[in-house]
Nanobody
Framework: QVQLVESGGGLVQPGGSLRLSCVAS????????MGWYRQAPGKERELVAR???????DISDSVKGRFTISRDNAKNMIYLQMNNLRPEDTAVYYC????????????????WGQGTLVTVSS
């Protein structure tokens, strides 16, 4: 099954920017919706943004206008550009690969990366 590796987290001041990257070990085009989720301390994991192979995008209202998700199917990469970061954006960010229904019926399963920590603090 596909493996996901995130990078790009770190410490940033409020108002700053970071770009997260996630590389998949194999082709994801046409198989998986790729996305980013986050989990803050003491809170449940929540969707940040996701994008289908056809570039249909779903993005959380809490980050709309500040975060942008992009996908490079040729490189099996997905990115999360985060601008105007706020302390409440502090969380572990996880890359996610969610198979389409057709592939789920054929045994493909949802996969998570190991997570990368983003800390927004002065």
């Amino acid at each position: 099954q596909v493996q996901l590796v995130e990078s790009g987290g770190g410490l940033v001041q409020p108002g700053g920017s970071l770009r997260l990257s996630c590389v998949a070990s194999e082709n994801t085009f046409g198989i998986y919706t790729m996305g980013w989720y986050r989990q803050a301390p003491g809170k449940e994991r929540e969707l940040v943004a996701r994008k289908t192979s056809g570039h249909v995008t779903d993005i959380s209202d809490s980050v709309k206008g500040r975060f942008t998700i992009s996908r490079d199917n040729a490189k099996n990469m997905i990115y999360l550009q985060m601008n105007n970061l706020r302390p409440e954006d502090t969380a572990v960010y996880y890359c996610n690969a969610d198979p389409t229904s057709w592939y789920k019926e054929r045994g493909y399963v949802e996969v998570w990366g190991q997570g990368t920590l983003v800390t927004v603090s002065s």
